[in-house]
């Protein structure tokens, strides 16, 4: 049987108990709706103020944002439905899982484009406007789509071409090992994985080497210099987490392996490293961290906790 067609039976065989499924379904739950709940105000003050929207960073960062979003509620969706209906259409699961799996890839690619358009900004600073302009940037989001798409998409192809048709309206246990099973789409997804793998964290290397020189080079004060360096670390961070994704199928069949009893803990525990923290710390590097992001985001929310307590000050008859 195939490694990954043995996980997955894994899974269906070594069910949660009552009270463990309830808690890993509270802790994902609880932890979507606070990262959504602290992105969907980012979103807010993004288009509130045109000193974000015609930023090229900053339009960069809500593009992430807003990627994470749709990402985060589509895999809990996915982890509740394995929970509660088990099995559902091939149809409605294809959807998912594309989505799923668009905005998981798009994740690290975002990223690095955003450590290039820094690179850019201090390593040359007198051609960053011509660089770095609005049009240039959504095309570049374009492209990360596009990329992604040239990734998995041929997954659905092929499985349309060679599956029945039966197979796309019968019912199954929703994960992507589960849609796209033929073998071939397994070791395409790997090979896919390994070059993304390269490409990117070349990118970011190169970018992240380059920055630090020139900032070490450059005439800033220490509190600057230590600034850059943490948010410098951060990205590492994050983007060490988002590119775990490449290595997923290898460790959950590592795990699968080592730990059969306990996979589908291995499982949640890959979930909530893997596609939930990184998605937490993406607020914290431009919304919380970012002076003049935080700045504006702090007096959207005070005028809504004085709209929500006080609504009496706030419509009040001139007269």
Not at 3 to 32: M, P, W
Not at 230 to 249: E, R, W
Request: aromatic content about 12%.
């Amino acid at each position: 049987m195939n490694v990954s067609l043995a996980n997955v039976t894994l899974v269906i065989q070594y069910r949660d108990s009552f009270a463990k499924a309830v808690t890993k379904n509270v802790i994902v739950v609880a932890l979507g709706i606070s990262i959504n709940y602290i992105n969907a105000n980012l979103i807010h003050t993004f288009h509130k103020h045109q000193i974000f929207n015609t930023n090229p960073r900053y339009i960069l960062f809500i593009h992430l944002v807003v990627n994470d979003m749709i990402q985060l509620t589509v895999t809990i969706a996915l982890f509740i439905f394995s929970y509660t209906l088990r099995r559902f259409n091939v149809s409605l699961c294809c959807f998912f899982i594309l989505l799923a799996l668009f905005t998981t890839e798009n994740t690290p690619l975002s990223l690095a484009c955003m450590v290039v358009e820094c690179y850019v900004a201090v390593c040359l600073p007198l051609r960053h406007a011509q660089i770095c302009t609005v049009r240039r940037i959504y095309l570049l989001m374009g492209l990360i789509w596009a990329t992604s798409a040239v990734s998995v998409l041929p997954d659905l192809f092929i499985s349309l071409a060679i599956e029945p048709l039966d197979f796309f309206h019968s019912p199954i246990f929703c994960m992507r090992e589960t849609i796209f099973r033929n073998p071939h789409l397994l070791k395409k997804r790997d090979v896919s994985y390994a070059v993304f793998l390269v490409v990117v964290w070349l990118t970011i290397l190169y970018a992240y080497f380059r920055i630090m020189i020139a900032a070490r080079a450059a005439n800033t004060d220490a509190k600057n210099a230590k600034k850059a360096m943490n948010t410098v670390l951060l990205h590492g961070i994050q983007l060490l987490l988002c590119m775990s994704a490449y290595v997923a199928p290898l460790l959950k069949q590592f795990l699968g392996f080592l730990f059969p009893e306990n996979y589908t803990d291995s499982l949640f525990a890959c979930y909530i490293i893997i596609q939930v923290l990184p998605r937490f710390i993406s607020p914290i590097i431009y919304g919380l961290r970012d002076k003049t992001f935080r700045t504006y985001l702090a007096k959207d929310l005070t005028c809504k906790v004085t709209m929500a307590t006080h609504p009496q000050t706030v419509f009040r008859n001139p007269s």
